[in-house]
C-alpha cells in the first residue's frame, strides 16, 4: 500500500460554548438525524473540544473544527477558522 495516500480529515461546523481554558474551547456541533423507531428527524447535539491556537475564539463564535492527532487526553480537533463572530 502507498504511505503517500491522501486522507480524509472529518471536518465539522459548530458553536463554540466555553473558552474559559487555555489554548481550548468546547464546540458543540449540531446535527440532524433520523430516528430509528419513529422515523422523524431529531436533532443531536455533540461537544468537541477543540485547540484555539491563538485564543481568538469567544463564546458564541460559528466555527469549522478539522480532526487531528490527540494533542490531549480529550482534544482531537483543531480550530480551522472563524466563519461567524457573536454579536
Not at 489554548?23 to 458543540?28: D, I
Not at 475564539?57 to 480532526?67: M, S
Request: aromatic content about 4%.
Amino acid at each position: 500500500m502507498d504511505n503517500t495516500s491522501k486522507v480524509r480529515k472529518i471536518t465539522k461546523v459548530g458553536t463554540v460554548v466555553s473558552d474559559a481554558m487555555d489554548k481550548t474551547v468546547v464546540v458543540q456541533v449540531e446535527s440532524v438525524v433520523m430516528h430509528k423507531l419513529y422515523h422523524r428527524f431529531v436533532q443531536r447535539s455533540r461537544k468537541f473540544m477543540a485547540h484555539d491556537e491563538a485564543n481568538t475564539c469567544k463564546v458564541g463564535d460559528k466555527v469549522q473544527i478539522t480532526e487531528c492527532r490527540p494533542l490531549s487526553r480529550s482534544k482531537k480537533f483543531r480550530v480551522v477558522r472563524v466563519i461567524e463572530r457573536a454579536s
